[in-house]
């Protein structure tokens, strides 16, 4: 990268990539710019995986121009900046996680998982991006009460979601 800008807007929807992608590429490339999403997808299974790609910050393309002033100067300094749709739509996810029984991907995730995949490894052979396994992985912690991987394999057998082979 011949340009080193301090801050990079990026859509999620590309004609030859998507966003996710491009911000990992450059995070895996060194570039040290500051990625701030600016596109009309608000979805959770846009969001999340930016966010934890790497993004800076999250807007939404309507936003008005006066915020996105703001918020390219907040990424330039290393401030996180979320839109206020952004910001309702992860609040929610906090104070109302997701419950109920698992969905068949996140049962296929957890499967691999108690057979001792990898996130990487998981995505490959599930054709799925690693960040999607996280997002699963997550998910099933959520729905299951705990916090780690070993935890939700463990909790998984004695609710019957997952049986030992034999």
């Known amino acids: 990268m011949r340009l080193r800008p301090d801050v990079i807007l990026m859509d999620l929807r590309m004609p030859r990539t998507d966003g996710v992608t491009a911000i990992k590429e450059l995070a895996k490339r060194g570039v040290t710019s500051r990625v701030l999403v600016l596109t009309t997808y608000d979805t959770d299974s846009d969001m999340l995986p930016a966010i934890q790609a790497g993004a800076t910050g999250y807007l939404l393309k309507d936003a008005p121009r006066d915020e996105l002033f703001r918020a390219v100067e907040a990424a330039a300094q290393g401030q996180a900046m979320l839109s206020p749709a952004v910001a309702t739509r992860l609040m929610g996810q906090m104070r109302q996680p997701a419950s109920g029984p698992l969905s068949q991907r996140e049962l296929e995730v957890l499967e691999l998982i108690a057979q001792g995949s990898t996130n990487r490894e998981a995505?490959?052979?599930l054709f799925i991006s690693?960040?999607?396994?996280k997002t699963h992985l997550l998910h099933v912690y959520t729905k299951l009460g705990v916090n780690d991987r070993a935890a939700a394999v463990a909790t998984a057998f004695s609710q019957g979601y997952l049986t030992p082979r034999g």
């Open 123 to 125: 995505a490959k052979r």
């Open 130 to 133: 690693e960040a999607t396994v």
